[in-house]
């Protein structure tokens, strides 16, 4: 079994910045791909950004520029540096990764628990 934690959501004012973080736990082989997706109520979940274990990255259009995603492989990790936030950037935000458990041959999608990210004056 692996766990998702994410942590580092909060409120902030517009301009300002938040670093989410992601930790995978468990009994894990592999981790391929990581991003991390936002949702607002009533809407579908959207990406936010990806990174592949080599280190490529992609971003939605509406926060390139603005966040930066990275990861650490040794520490199975995965950070989202948000900066400039704006109010629409308010969501609650979801690690993802794409992870082969410790004796399994196959990758499995796992979602962490989400943290809110409120942007506000």
């Known amino acids: 079994q692996v766990q998702l934690v994410e942590s580092g959501g909060g409120l902030v004012q517009p301009g300002g910045s938040l670093r989410l973080s992601c930790a995978v736990s468990?009994?894990?082989?592999?981790?391929?791909?990581m991003g991390w997706y936002r949702q607002v109520p009533g809407t579908q979940r959207e990406l936010v950004a990806s990174?592949?274990?080599?280190?490529?990255?992609n971003y939605a259009d509406s926060v390139r520029g603005r966040f930066a995603i990275s990861r650490d492989n040794a520490k199975n990790t995965v950070l989202l540096q948000m900066n400039s936030l704006k109010p629409e950037d308010t969501a609650v935000y979801y690690c993802?990764?794409?992870?082969?458990?410790?004796?399994?041959?196959?990758?499995?999608?796992?979602w962490g628990q989400g943290t809110q990210v409120t942007v506000s004056s």
């Open positions: 993802n990764a794409d992870i082969r458990p410790l004796g399994n041959v196959f990758y499995r999608n796992n």
């Open positions: 990174i592949t274990r080599d280190g490529s990255t």
């Open positions: 468990g009994r894990i082989g592999s981790i391929n791909a």
